[in-house]
């Protein structure tokens, strides 16, 4: 694991801080020391998030963070994820000040910094490493679709969603981990920045990538992972949402995944598109319809979204939604995957052998 | 104008060849001085595409075209545009001996030759130029999705088709020279590489840009046009098909675009993706559902591809095709656009008017 502090002035545990916000959840590649945010600082990141403690402090800046960290070789994570094209000076003037004090960089922009004269010199300089993790392979190592997704056995089933930050991925996380714990040897495959800083072993952020070759990295990660781990079932992330105003990716996802099932993620409370608040979010109902329209697929489930709701509201909000739609219906974050379960049960049979076997294995012998 | 010769070697006419194609239909920027196609060599290029003479000569080779033709500064236009990714060998080195003729390169290809060694020392060594029309602009220079084209009034219609190479920029740009005919002021917007070499003024070719840049710089374009030259209407170009199986260009520029009426191309007798022939093409009826439940849009007309029919069966698979549809039906390249005058007056009345005024004050007076 590499240590690193993640900055998320003003955002952590909001819509634009949510490379920190997943970071804080899951994170497999980096030992996550602390977080920067100074409207928030004193307290303890877990317990921000999600109210239960993770031990992980949040700081008021840089000084106070280094001040208190032990460790040397810290990455610098850049937490937060912007609307806007680039950087602002006084964002740039909190990395530039980070490289200084000789903290490798990570970096989830679109906007590349290694590609960046002021920054590479001051990598240069300072001699740090700066990690565009956003940066799209080169043509050459790039794949254009070819379909081979159909011969694929195992089931595909991709997380998508009415809206950006919604959830997608960490449902997709959470999933694949209580899948894991049957005995289910699922497989992630990450299509957003985020899922790859987690340290996801497959995948790739497509949104940086053109039309044709997002679709086939998305199968080509698919078709890596089916040949390399044997798994029992793929899980898709998604991004954005198929009726999205502006991204296309969800429907670069859904060409490259060709999935045989779908669980689509909603925010109940959310009548917005957070980052087109001029444009209404679909029902869940046309999404639904949209997705079952676009694609040979049949969406199997509904994770929900608690975003501006009580426990006793959600859990209303989750009995009617499963009246209405007659579908198993979630909040994974507060009631777990087992609703999810079901749908997948129902839908693939073999997978609940597999979690059978598994659990009859693992009881104690007499 | 621009002197220039299209090398389309055995491509010619055919799906492949679209580039060659298209300018030798329309083109408004470049005087094309000849084909290459050594398999339809000594033939009319205006009589093979579409059985009546243009005088454009098609050539064995590029010996012959440049003994045939006196003039100097002729650009060399590549108008072949595979699926592959990178050009082969045999393809570099047509290129490159054109170069050391002194011919200047115009490349559509997604493979950027000004970013390649061997042919920018070539270019520089022989003092000619490389246009590469699908360079994409820099990040700087490319605009994000914003809502605006909301506020567009004018009407914005999208030629959006069940395949590639099916029709959709030839049924484009005869639509919008036959409005002009009319007195309408109608602009088009290309969102291709053909398109943009047959020098239309708005658009840029979108493929090669990411999923939130597709469709921001398909918007832009349309602000651009409606901001400079005030239309009566806006004809936008699409590609591929909602449905492809690989490309989400579709999907971008409808979101660019938001139509407010949709005309879609179709090729009757083609079964399977050009491209990607494991793939069944989409029935019309699916392809315009599937359109209608994507953007709160209209499917209004349908024009059709004539490949692998007589006239005869044409004129049948028309019929039945607005008997199935109700739906003003044609082919433009045999029939010409008043099918599609009658769709887009039925639905928008004032372009009539804007037609009727213009034909009145054009009768001889009295």
Known sequence: MINAIIYCENEFGKVDGKVANGLIRHSEKYRILGVIDSSKAGLDAGEHLSGSKNGIPIFQNLDEALGNLSNTQIHFIYGIAPNSTFLSLSQRNVILSAMERGLNIVNGLPELLTEDLEFSQKATEFEVKIYDIRKAPNRQNLHHFT????????????????????????????????????????????????????????????DVLSSGFATGEVEHAILRAHGERQPDVIIVEGQGALSHPAYTSSSAILKGSRPDAVIIQHAHKRKFHCDYPQFRLPSLLSEINLIETFMPTEVIAI???????????????????????????????????????????????????VALSYNNACQPQD
């Not at 969603?161 to 449902?171: H, I, L, S, W």
């Open 147 to 206: 379909g081979k997704i159909n011969d694929v056995k195992t089931p595909v089933i991709t997380i998508l969603g009415t809206d950006c930050a919604v959830g997608k991925r960490t449902t997709s996380v959470k999933l694949v981990e209580a899948l894991k714990e049957e005995g289910i040897n699922a497989i992630f495959i990450a299509t957003g920045q985020t899922g790859i800083l987690q340290g996801a072993k497959y995948g790739v952020a497509i």
């Open 303 to 353: 994770a929900l979204n608690h975003e501006g709701m009580k426990e006793d509201e959600l859990e209303n909000v989750i009995r009617e939604y499963e009246s209405n739609y007659t579908l198993p219906t979630t909040d994974v974050l507060k009631q777990g995957c087992s609703d999810l379960f079901k749908a997948l049960f129902g839908k693939f049979p073999n997978l609940e052998q």
